[in-house]
């Protein structure tokens, strides 16, 4: 089996509200394992994992990942912020590590993404 990333819809732009976050890639209990944020025409994707609590959603319901200012990704178990263009951590007890990247692009109005075979996120 190869690691080779594999390219597929995962929603429409349209679907993510400017400025706001939504998670994709469902698992079979529904849980996300990835999440979207849009940022105007840029949209960022990551593992729906903290790096501090490894397999920790970050939300704290659903399509919500962001802080109250909706400038940082924020981990709902403890609080820790991540910057929302490189997933970095900024604060919390995750200092020094960042989310895991699913590059992304937009196409014709659809986000596509580079969705690992066999994600950190559904090991």
């Not at 999440?35 to 659903?62: I, M, Q, S, T």
């Not at 919390?92 to 075979?117: E, N």
Request: glycine content about 14%; charged content about 20%.
């Amino acid at each position: 089996m190869s690691g080779t990333p594999t390219q597929q819809i995962l929603c429409a732009l349209t679907d993510i509200p400017d400025g706001g976050s939504k998670g994709v890639l469902p698992n079979a209990r529904g849980r996300d394992q990835g999440f979207l944020v849009r940022k105007g025409d840029e949209v960022y994707g990551y593992v729906n994992n903290c790096p501090h609590y490894d397999r920790a959603p970050l939300g704290w319901k659903k399509d919500e990942f962001l802080n109250g200012a909706k400038d940082r990704i924020m981990c709902s178990a403890h609080g820790a912020l991540f910057r929302i263009e490189d997933g970095a951590c900024t604060i919390g007890p995750c200092l020094g590590q960042a989310l895991q990247p699913i590059p992304v692009t937009v196409k014709d109005g659809m986000v596509l993404g580079a969705v690992p075979a066999t994600p950190k996120a559904q090991a």
